[in-house]
């Protein structure tokens, strides 16, 4: 009994554990034999254990080492989630350098901001791709010497003065291990609670990114509570998909997963990630909202499809599930009748499609970053998944609150997580303190004094209150983004656009009304879920432009507006922020374009300079407008693209007062 | 191409390409009283990208049938390593290293694209009907080792999202690709591709390039393609044949053969006055 819980849970001597090589060397003897990575390679889950990743990680220290990584250099790391990149943080940690992931599907300049702003003189990168970004790049990043390749192909003509192998650098290491192991060991042992653990750079809405420094006690302290909160022990099963770039992932595929001594599970390849979660069946799963969103599309689609017994068999059972499964979950009382639909349902229909997403042993799951829909949310925690929301930043290494099982609502974000604290300002903005709140942004001591003060406070930009009664925080919008309308009246575009894109059909909207009369939108349809509409429909398309100009999905979007803007109606704070005009735009909001930050949250300023021409026709009254729009694509060249937008004017709905007062 | 000698040569950015691996002498192809090719000589070299282009009706694909067996000239010789080939058939030729491709997608539709690629193995392996029925010793062995190559080269063009699917019902893009990578499992000496982008868009075209030149660079594979995008033949290919009305009007550099008035002639029309 006693042994069992010793494998459940990190022993104590952990709390000696003052850096993430430290817990390496402590996961490496206590768990020696236990998974620590898995990653599907050439059609298998090619896996190394605890002791392993230490010597893989043990000879890349050394060959870094050897290369002449000194303490306190940067190491950028660009790649997507494999086992390699995350050896390479923790490697960078080890050697008393500090490693900084950046996103992959940056542009290169976007990555030469970042890299000359650290001042980066190694990066670590996943193929040819990269490397040719930074070859690109080179010229003005003066500190970068050495670039780190994983993957060899195409690279075998490229002058090698500069350029190594991953493997190569391992082998170095191993080769010129009594040479620098001594060096190694003092090394790692300098590292305490307050040594730089990784740097992060946010994307950010508006302006430059900036590098948020974390430190070992920011991100273990951080790891700790938050594991503990939700149990989580040496066996979950983690996907690392996520970018690594973001904290969450570090959070999770190295904070917790060093912590707790859990194996991260790294797909073979961005497309094969739901073949790969279904394959690897995690217990402990994070996604954004929009790939429940996107996960939820599909299932509707293919349910469509199906034949109409089953049809019949999932509507008859959804509907049980949405009455009772999200009691049961919470362990409230349901009537044994219900009990007995409900397990029957799971039999038939619950349990398979579970087993299909890839959630069939989710025991934990959460969603953060953007608000998610009730209807979707609803429908995975009716089926008896665990999901719940979250809300943090980069800043507080990850978690502000979080809903505690059993707490859980769609519009309510959680109680604060345990060691935070959260206040909300007078002008409702929020702000907390704790022991994950990062240390400060690398060179740029104005933002860091603009954004936590002496005490350590930071403050989020978010506006939010706490809920009477049950405690939880609930998130309005943006602070900055909330603004007044020419009447004074309170206007959250946000709050409306989320409302917007909960319609399947609606991938993004971004709603205008700051100082003005009237609100009115841009939207960009979900080519998936609209296309799929279409040939139902039997509307022929060739371009997403055309569809998305097409009079009937207009006339389908207008029903949707016209949809949000009744249930606005019925909320009096809200209700003169109804949508009078919209119109679809021609192309998809992207971040190559600039128009969104990597992390897929909409740029309003960059939309409205850029969208200009159509933003005026959306107030001048005209009832079409003709735009040109330059494109950037994946490859960096740029086209442009042209077309005529209708503008559609969209009913609104009477609000509750003054429909009393007519009475 | 002043450097080249009988040994190899130097491309322009820098590959060392080997001495000659195929050879076509005189060749002449006659259908009834169609001549289809007249009296064509050219060679292949050892990992070079060579290409074959011409307007429509020109005989590329006789060309390539040629070589790949598929078609006995009437005339001339084909020398394959060293040695003048005998007549042959095709499996005798594919035997000998010669894997192609289709310009009309020859793929087993109903079949998985892992059982696709894995057909492409048949040389590699050699148990016999009842070892493979009975599914021990040999045959499972060879299955294990097998199955790992293909995997690298699912890895290599990156389709392993779709190594379970119905390859019926893959897009035209990437059914090409499975194409290439069933060639590519019966490990060739020398690759054949028989219009790789025809039908594909930019994009498409521009992955198709990028993977031919991998395969090239990272095995060191000889291929021999047909072409009708001159863009891409001009940006992939090292030396190229031009071929009109079943005779070499042109054989060099893709500088060399931009420059020669009778390519410039045969593409774009001249007047007759």
């Known amino acids: 009994m006693r042994e069992e819980k010793d494998l459940a849970q990190p022993s104590q001597a952990a709390d000696g554990a003052r850096s993430i090589p430290a817990l390496l060397q402590r996961n490496a003897t206590q768990f020696a034999n236990r998974h620590a990575y898995r990653e599907k390679e050439y059609g ?38 494999r086992p390699h990149f995350y050896w390479s943080m923790v490697a960078a940690q080890s050697v008393g350098a500090i490693p900084v992931p950046l996103y992959q599907d940056a542009a290169a300049d976007e990555m030469a901001y970042v890299m000359d702003h650290c001042g980066a003189r190694f990066a670590i990168v996943q193929d040819q791709e990269q490397v040719d970004k930074l070859i690109e790049v080179q010229e003005g990043l ?16 490229y002058d090698h003065h500069k350029l190594h192998r991953f493997t190569d650098i391992q082998e170095q290491g191993r080769a010129a291990y009594y040479e620098f192991i001594e060096d190694l060991k003092a090394r790692r042992g300098k590292l305490d609670y307050d040594s730089v653990c990784v740097m992060l750079y946010t994307s950010g809405t508006t302006g430059k990114p900036k590098g948020v420094v974390l430190s070992n006690r920011n991100i273990i302290e951080a790891s700790k509570s938050s594991a503990e ?52 069946g995690p217990t402990y799963y994070f996604a954004p909202p929009r790939v429940f969103e996107t996960q939820l599309t599909n299932v509707m689609i ?74 979707i949310f609803d429908f995975y925690r009716s089926l008896g998944i665990n999901l719940k929301q979250l809300y943090g930043q980069t800043e507080a290494s990850v978690f502000i609150t979080l809903q505690p099982d059993g707490e859980v609502r769609s519009d309510t974000v959680g109680v604060p997580a345990p060691g935070v604290e959260v206040r909300i300002s007078e002008d409702g903005e929020v702000f907390y303190r704790g022991a994950g709140t990062f240390e400060y942004y690398y060179k740029n001591e104005e933002s860091t004094k603009k954004t936590k003060d002496a005490q350590g406070w930071v403050a989020t930009g978010d506006a939010g209150f ?12 943006r602070a900055k983004d909330v603004g007044k309308m020419a009447d004074g009246k309170l206007f959250a575009p946000k709050y409306v656009e989320n409302k917007l894109k909960f319609f399947p059909n609606i991938l993004e909207a971004v709603v205008f009304g700051n100082g003005r009369e009237e609100c009115t939108a841009f939207i960009n349809i979900d080519l998936t879920a609209v296309g799929n509409w279409a040939e139902r429909n039997n509307i022929g398309y060739a371009s997403y432009q055309e569809l998305a100009g097409h009079p009937k999905v207009l006339e389908m979007i207008r029903g949707h507006v016209e949809d949000v803007n009744r249930s606005l109606a019925d909320d009096p704070m809200l209700s003169h922020c109804q949508v009078h005009r919209f119109l679809v735009l021609h192309k998809e909001l992207d971040a190559d374009d600039g128009e969104m930050t990597r992390t897929r949250k909409v740029r309003r300023g960059v939309i409205s300079e850029k969208f200009e021409d159509l933003l005026v026709a959306l107030y001048d009254g005209s009832e079409e407008v003709y735009t040109t729009t330059e494109v950037t694509y994946e490859d960096g060249r740029k086209g442009s693209i042209s077309a005529t937008l209708k503008i559609v004017p969209v009913e609104v709905a009477v609000e509750q007062t003054a429909k009393v007062a007519a009475e | 191409m002043n450097d080249m000698t009988p040994d190899g040569y130097v491309t322009e950015d820098g590959r060392k390409i080997g001495g000659v691996i195929m050879e076509m002498r005189n060749i002449t192809l006659r259908f009834g009283g169609v001549v289809a090719i ?39 010789e084909v020398w394959y390593k060293g040695s003048k080939r005998p007549q042959m ?64 080269i699912i890895d290599f063009l990156e389709i392993q999202h779709i190594r379970k699917t119905p390859v019926g019902r893959l897009p035209y893009g990437l059914k090409k690709r499975v194409e290439l990578a069933r060639a590519l499992a019966a490990e060739p000496s020398i690759l054949l591709l028989d219009e ?8 498409e075209k521009e992955d198709m390039s990028r993977f031919i030149l991998d395969v090239n660079d990272e095995f060191g594979t000889t291929i021999a393609l047909i072409e009708h995008d001159m863009g891409v033949v001009m940006d992939l290919s090292d030396r190229v044949v031009v071929m009109d009305y079943g005779k070499k009007i042109g054989d060099g550099t893709p500088d060399e053969v931009r420059r020669n008035q009778a390519v410039i002639d045969a593409y774009l029309g001249v007047a007759h006055d």
């Open chain 1, 44 to 81: 298998i889950w090619q896996t190394w254990s605890w002791a392993e990743a230490e010597k893989e990680i043990e000879a890349l220290a050394l060959g870094l080492i050897n290369l002449g990584v000194a303490e306190g250099d940067f190491i950028s790391v660009i790649g997507r989630n």
């Open chain 1, 142 to 157: 003066h500190q970068l010497e050495h670039i780190i390749y994983v993957d060899p192909r195409g690279l075998r003509k």
């Open chain 1, 229 to 280: 909160f939700d149990n989580l022990a040496v066996d979950e099963e983690v996907l690392a998909y996520l970018p690594m770039a973001w904290v969450g992932d570090f959070i999770f595929s190295i904070g917790q997963a060093y912590w707790c001594g859990f194996c991260v599970n790294c797909p073979e390849s961005a497309e094969t990630m739901q073949t790969d979660l279904r394959e690897i």
């Open chain 1, 302 to 375: 293919r349910m469509e499809d199906a034949s109409r017994f089953k049809k019949w068999l999932f509507d008859h059972f959804m509907a049980v599930a949405r009455r009772v499964g999200p009691d049961i979950l919470d362990g409230k009382p349901v009537s044994g009748m219900d009990r007995l639909r409900y397990s029957l349902g799971n039999l038939f229909v619950f349990g398979p499609l579970k087993d299909t997403l890839g959630l069939g042993r989710v025991r934990v799951g959460y969603t953060a970053g953007e608000a998610i829909g009730p209807e």
């Open chain 1, 466 to 477: 706490f809920e009477d009664g049950s405690g939880h925080l609930r998130i309005i919008d």
């Open chain 2, 38 to 76: 007249e009296d064509i000589s050219f060679d292949i070299r050892e990992g070079e990208i060579r290409a074959i282009i011409g307007p429509n009706g020109a005989g590329k694909s006789s060309m390539l049938n040629v070589i790949s067996g598929f078609y006995n000239p009437q005339q001339g």
């Open chain 2, 89 to 152: 058939k095709p499996y005798q030729v594919a035997q000998q290293g010669i894997a192609r491709t289709f310009q009309n997608i020859a793929l087993f539709e109903g079949m998985s694209v892992l059982d696709n690629v894995m057909t492409g193995r048949i040389r590699q392996m050699s148990a016999g009907l009842l070892s493979q029925a009975i599914w021990k010793g040999r045959a499972e062995a060879e299955e294990t080792e097998n199955r790992a190559a293909v995997e690298k």
């Open chain 2, 196 to 203: 790789p982008m025809a039908g594909m868009n930019v994009e």
